[in-house]
């Protein structure tokens, strides 16, 4: 499996991404939102784009879709219930669903709402696991609700199944954020070093060139892993004086969660 990430350089910091077979040269698009970046990566790679796929219905993962699709003609998949938000889909996609790419690269679909209630991540069956995760996952954070999401969804997806998957997943997020994100880990969590040091690692990396991180250091860096730890939950009890004596890591998510809306 061969994984290009594509950074689009655009307002909104997203990545797009190919993931090609090496035996066929069959690509699936991930999000192909800078469809001039997209299909001209694949030229130059010499890939051929059978299959596009939306995370999710936000128009900066869909926008490229009609551009990619009329240049290759290429299938659309994208969660089943995104049928009435994404138009043109060929494949609605559920838990479990395998997608394949040629005749090397297999994809398994997970269901992981929270950021919409739509929204699907593939996790590659490969020796390495990889995880593209849209805007459920970001390095060092995890994806707001404002637009047809919830929070509660959001906590059942990353400890239900994202914090299951083996610690030597690399992630493929949606977007860099992952200094501002490092930097919201450590208000919650001053004296967290993993943190200090991966944000003076990035702090003048090229998005064209970024980290790709794993579960293992996502479980050190991203706050919204560490539901238990007593620095987070001493420093949420400043910001909310009336929690209860017990916590639980629940209403640890759903507050940093809360705190992060307006950070």
């Known amino acids: 499996m061969i994984v290009e990430q594509i950074w ?18 069959d690509a699936l698009a991930i999000d192909p939102l800078d469809h001039q970046k997209c299909l001209a990566a694949a030229k130059d790679k010499g890939w051929n784009i059978t299959q596009v796929l939306n995370t999710h219905e936000h128009g900066d993962h869909t926008g490229g879709n009609k551009q990619v699709i009329a240049a290759t003609g290429a299938k659309l998949l994208a969660h089943a219930n995104a049928k009435d938000s994404i138009p043109g889909i060929d494949r609605g996609l559920g838990a479990g669903d395998i997608i394949k790419v040629g005749n090397t690269v297999e994809l398994e679909s997970l269901d992981t709402p929270g950021h919409t209630m739509s929204h699907v991540c593939l996790v590659s069956h490969s020796d390495t696991p990889a995880l593209f995760c849209g805007d459920t996952l970001f390095n060092a954070g995890a994806g707001n609700c404002h637009s047809g999401g919830h929070p509660a969804e959001l906590y059942q997806t990353f400890t239900s199944q994202l914090a299951k998957l083996p610690d030597e997943t ?50 050190e860096v991203n706050t919204f892993f560490r539901l238990h730890s007593p620095a987070v939950m001493a420093r949420l009890r400043e910001a909310f004086p009336d929690l209860p004596a017990e916590l639980d890591a629940k209403t640890v998510f759903l507050k940093l969660r809360e705190l992060r809306n307006s950070w």
């Open 170 to 219: 690399l992630v493929y997020p949606g977007h860099d954020y992952i200094s501002n994100n490092l930097e919201f880990t450590l208000d919650r969590e001053p004296d967290n070093q993993a943190a200090k040091a991966l944000l003076a690692d990035v702090a003048g990396q090229s998005p064209d060139d970024p980290l790709v991180s794993t579960l293992a250091l996502e479980k």
């Open 8 to 25: 689009t350089a655009n307002a909104y910091r997203n990545f797009n991404y190919l993931i090609a077979c090496p035996e066929t040269g």
